[in-house]
């Protein structure tokens, strides 16, 4: 059954033309009465999915949501669509909160946005007992789980819904992939009956690309300039001080680039928070602290500086990139020492023994993926439970296949070498001696004296710096702790150096000659043609003057979606700007004469007028 309702809502009030993926059914489930538990990529709409059945069942839709900061800008993005939404948490005061309350028993709220340790509290339990509630969604569901990465004990009460209030839906959403988180928030939430919707996790949008470099900070500037040179991005940083000294190096470049870490107060979090969730083109360099909750729509690259743990880890972080649908970079730098540190913090973290497996397990594939030849979407869907997709052609091994070599020789030369010189050297040492050179160490230990000494002088430092990096990573060579970065053999090693196995590594891609691929898309953002771009540029800059008149950010007034498709449709009146994608009715009232004048006034320049 569809609800005619659901659809006029979407067209009318959001101005989308048809529900995406399974949106629909989701939401018709929902209407019914039903309790859901919904699997979704960011991006994919969830927000849609408990906003709709909120404004076509009557009474008001509760919405938990774990970050109070961020209220705020779910609220707005809601009144910009003329919907009543409001937020009760700490920063209100009593007054602001009782005129809240008085809206609620009037029955004028739509949309209620509220912290799990409120809504657990008797005195708004007491209100939602007096009031018509529409239906509950928990969001950032995987909070509720301890298996999660983000376990947040006040989510655990929030069983009490299911008891109390047993005739109101319960909808819970996820972006978290694995199946042990989500039999966790179906047990927790006691959500015995709900149906589960588990949708695909590909982000088809979003373009992977990693690459080995020697001079991270260099190779990042060159891609923001030549891909981004006006977008907002994050770039993550594994240190503090990393972070500190990229945002003030991208600076000097002349971009807009805010630190966050959590060193700083939470005051200048905040700040530079809000900045970059308002302002268009700002970077923001940052630990894995920031991040979680973000609905910045139109964040067009993410980029890390250092590996992140997991894939996990780097699926979710990447995912923040594109969530407006339209092409996005998720773009990775790493090297040599990347791979030591991981593998030394890895023996040096306090968990128990099987804990420590299972991370190091995880870096394994993390590891994998970055090392790896064939496409890197389709392994990484592999790894969340969805295999069997094709080889996607918007990665960069799709793109540009990777060359490989046979690396068996020079394996077993730099693994000879760790062996006679006693498994007690780090890399820079062990290439030394590969190359013959007669350092006072060297000669100190005698190692000039090994066979192997010299026997690596027609392979440049930086390759072989590559051979090592990849027989870290895959496990070859292992990183001890004690001795600063000394390698050792693995029992891996054994079959390599007898000659009964042999490798084939990626080459250097300082040997391989860089393909420039020089597009329209190398400049404009999203999907705009280069005869397009004054038009966007312009509308823009409308965007931005509107959002800062009414202290909202860019998104709020039109997203880069609604922009790319204005710029496609160029509207000519009020009734095609209406049928453009994101442009309901309100929007159309409030925008649709100032930004039709724009898309107007670039006709006539086309026309020569
Ligand atoms: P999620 O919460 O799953 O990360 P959102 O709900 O924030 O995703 O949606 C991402 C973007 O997609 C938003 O800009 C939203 O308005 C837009 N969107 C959602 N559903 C649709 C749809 N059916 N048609 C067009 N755009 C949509
Ligand atoms: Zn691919």
Sequence with gaps: MTHTDAVDVLNTIYGYDAFRGQQADIINSVIDGNDALVLMPTGGGKSLCYQIPSLVRSGVGVVVSPLIALMQDQVDALRALNLNAQFINSTLDAESVRSIEADLRQGTVDVLYVAPER???????????ELEVALFAIDEAHCVSAWGHDFRPEYMGLSVLAERYPAVPRIALTATADRRTREEIAKNLDLVHAQHFVSSFDRPNIRYLIRESQSSREELWRFIKAFHPEDSGIVYC????????????????????????????????EQNQNRFLREDNVIIVATIAFGMGIDKPDVRFV?????PKSVEAY?????RAGRDGEPANAWMSYGLQDVITLRQMMQQS??????????????????????????????????????????????DNCLTPPETYDATEAAQKAMSCVYRTGQRF?????????????????????????????????????????????????????????????????EQARPVLRGEQSLQFRRQLATVKPKRQRSARARAPVSIAASDQPLWDALRSLRKDLADEASV????????????????????????????SGVGDHKLERYGVEFLAVVEQFEAEIDGV
């Design 119 to 129: 809504l657990l509290m008797p005195s708004t339990l007491a209100l939602l007992d």
């Design 238 to 269: 594994l240190s503090r001080k990393k972070v500190d000294d990229t945002a003030a190096w991208l600076e000097k470049k002349g971009r807009v680039a805010l630190p966050y870490h959590a060193r700083m107060s939470a005051r200048d979090r």
């Design 303 to 307: 980029a890390h500086l250092n590996l």
């Design 315 to 319: 699926y979710q972080e990447t995912g």
């Design 350 to 395: 306090s968990a128990d023994e099987q804990h420590k497996r299972v991370e190091s397990h995880k870096l394994d594939a993390m590891l994998s993926l970055a090392e790896m030849t064939a496409c890197r979407r389709q392994w990484i869907l592999d790894y969340f439970d969805e295999p069997g997709s094709d080889a996607c052609g918007n990665c």
């Design 426 to 490: 780090g890399v820079n040492y062990l290439i030394d001696v590969l190359q013959g050179k007669s350092t006072d160490r060297i000669v100190q230990f005698g190692h000039d004296q090994l066979s192997t000494f010299g026997i690596g002088a027609d392979i440049a430092p930086t390759d072989w710096r590559g051979v090592f990096r990849q027989l870290i990573a895959h496990n070859f060579l292992a990183v001890d702790l004690e001795g600063h970065g000394s390698v050792k053999l693995t």
């Design 553 to 580: 950010p860019a998104y709020v007034v039109f997203t880069d979606a609604t922009l790319a498709d204005m710029v496609q449709k160029r509207p000519g009146s009020l009734e095609e700007m209406s049928m453009v």
